[in-house]
Nanobody
Framework: QVQLVESGGGLVQDGGSLRISCTAS????????MAWFRQAPGKEREYVAG????????YYGDSVKGRFSISRGNDKNTLYLQMNALKPEDTAVYLC???????????????????WGQGTQVTVSS
C-alpha cells in the first residue's frame, strides 16, 4: 500500500509564490505516474500537473502553464509543485496522486490514479 502525505500549503498574497511537497511511503514509486490535482469548494477535482510513468513527460493544466513547475526527487518518492504568480482562483486543496497503470492519454483523469493523499490547503488572498 502507498501512503501519500502533502505538506507546505498555507496563505499567500496575490502574486506570491509557494512550494508544496508530497512524500510517498510504502513502496518505491519508480515507474508510477504522479500528479497534482486541486479541488476548490463546489468545484470538480482539476488536474494541475504531473509526470508520466517513465518520468519523461511533464504535463500541465492550461490554467497553470507558465506559472507552476513540477519536479520529482531523485528517490522518485517525493513530488514538488512550485507555484509562482499565484492568483485567488488558485485557492484550493491540492492533492497528490500516484498510479502504476496510468497511460499517457489518461494522465489528466482523476480516475486513472490508485493512491491519493489527504491534501494541503493553499489560499491566495486578493
Amino acid at each position: 500500500q502507498v501512503q501519500l502525505v502533502e505538506s507546505g500549503g498555507g496563505l499567500v498574497q496575490d502574486g506570491g509564490s509557494l512550494r508544496i511537497s508530497c512524500t510517498a511511503s510504502g513502496r518505491t514509486l519508480s515507474g508510477y505516474a504522479m500528479a497534482w490535482f486541486r479541488q476548490a469548494p463546489g468545484k470538480e477535482r482539476e488536474y494541475v500537473a504531473g509526470f508520466s510513468r517513465t518520468g519523461g513527460y511533464q504535463y500541465y493544466g492550461d490554467s497553470v502553464k507558465g506559472r507552476f513547475s513540477i519536479s520529482r526527487g531523485n528517490d522518485k518518492n517525493t513530488l514538488y509543485l512550485q507555484m509562482n504568480a499565484l492568483k485567488p482562483e488558485d485557492t484550493a486543496v491540492y492533492l497528490c496522486a500516484a498510479g502504476a497503470r496510468v497511460i499517457t492519454s489518461s494522465l489528466r483523469s482523476r480516475t486513472a490514479y490508485d493512491f491519493w493523499g489527504q491534501g494541503t490547503q493553499v489560499t491566495v488572498s486578493s
